[in-house]
């Protein structure tokens, strides 16, 4: 098991490295001059001694090889540069950002979870009923729906019309912002916080519940024609019990593994939800670096989300390797 650790971790660490010396290059082959477009800014004409300056300031007449060894030296010491707009430390912009994209986080797959197991599991009970059928038309629009698509729906049927219609506070949404910002046990919302935390999580989360249960359904259907399930079936046991002690615990080891990766990714890749809701995280805050080719917070915090998602991912890595040793020895499932 250790060797297997080691393996994956120097795996981990190849891919971090690949992933943000990647955006680094990609940066520098995006339109336009750098050094002009953070001397101008919002379509001016930078002064040419501005553009001398901001070259010479962040060193980018250096030769692509040296300015990306300049980067992860800074990086392996500790040091994740400032925002080239704002001139704050990406650490404290990570510190402010990344609370906010783990909350969110959390209260989806805190959905996927209750929602995408139990209705996957109560369509495969009731498989071919009407229940089964609306459960499959129902997930699979929701996984073509696009996010940003989904995002404005529920806005206007959720916010927008509650608030004209002059509905109960208990029933009007917001449509951005965070609100007063509070939590309690750090995920759990305070003060009028679930208003503006209800939309986001449901967007975020309607393509991986939809996922996780129809994965749900298929793995539970193939644990239901199991050999096992028919003897505990034949012993006298009630069906609720068969389904629940054996089946689902036999059912849940797929559907685990990716509401894992589904966290790791979720944390980074709400661009969109966090855009549209304007909530003010990971995602959203590396959209808008790209746009003003703010590099340092780019590379800053998309290191924490690669980190994120590689270690989740190591993690789920190491649940199969533990269950099943052919994992952690490279072998496969059959000989």
Do not use: C
């Amino acid at each position: 098991m250790t060797a297997y650790i080691i393996r994956r971790l120097f795996q981990i660490v190849l891919t971090v490295f690949l992933a943000l010396s990647f955006l680094f290059v990609l940066y520098f082959a995006l339109p336009g001059d750098p050094a002009t477009l953070l001397a101008g800014g919002d379509g001016r004409v930078p002064n040419p001694t501005t553009i001398r300056q901001v070259t010479d300031r962040y060193g980018f007449d250096d030769p692509m090889p040296v300015q990306l060894f300049h980067y992860w030296e800074r990086t392996l010491q500790g040091d994740l540069g400032q925002s080239y707009q704002s001139g704050r430390g990406v650490t404290d912009i990570l510190k402010e950002t990344a609370p906010r994209s783990i909350r969110l986080s959390i209260w989806a797959i805190i959905i996927e979870i209750v929602v995408g197991i139990s209705v996957g599991l109560i369509s495969a009970v009731r498989r071919y009923s009407l229940v089964d059928r609306i459960t499959t038309i129902v997930t699979a629009v929701a996984s073509a729906v696009p996010v940003f698509v989904l995002a404005f729906v529920l806005q206007y049927v959720f916010a927008v019309i509650p608030e004209k219609q002059g509905w109960p506070d208990l029933f009007q949404f917001k449509t951005s912002g965070r609100g007063d910002d509070s939590w309690v046990l750090f995920f759990i919302p305070t003060g009028n916080t679930w208003r503006y935390l209800v939309l986001p999580a449901v967007t975020l989360a309607s393509v991986t519940t939809a996922l996780a249960a129809r994965m749900m359904r298929g793995s539970m259907l193939e644990v239901l024609g199991a050999d096992f399930m028919r003897t505990a079936k034949a012993k006298g046991l009630r069906d609720r019990e068969v389904v629940v002690k054996h089946g689902l615990r036999n059912a849940m080891l797929p559907v685990v593994t990716l509401i894992g990766l589904d966290f790791g990714t979720s944390i980074g890749a709400a661009v969109l939800t966090e855009t549209a809701f304007s909530w003010g995280g990971l995602g959203f805050y590396i959209a808008d670096s790209v746009g003003r080719r703010d590099l340092p917070v780019l590379l800053g915090l998309t290191t924490v989300v690669v980190l994120a998602y590689a270690g989740i991912n190591l993690l789920v890595d190491i649940s199969y390797a533990w269950f099943d040793p052919r994992v952690r020895l490279g072998q496969g499932s059959a000989k």
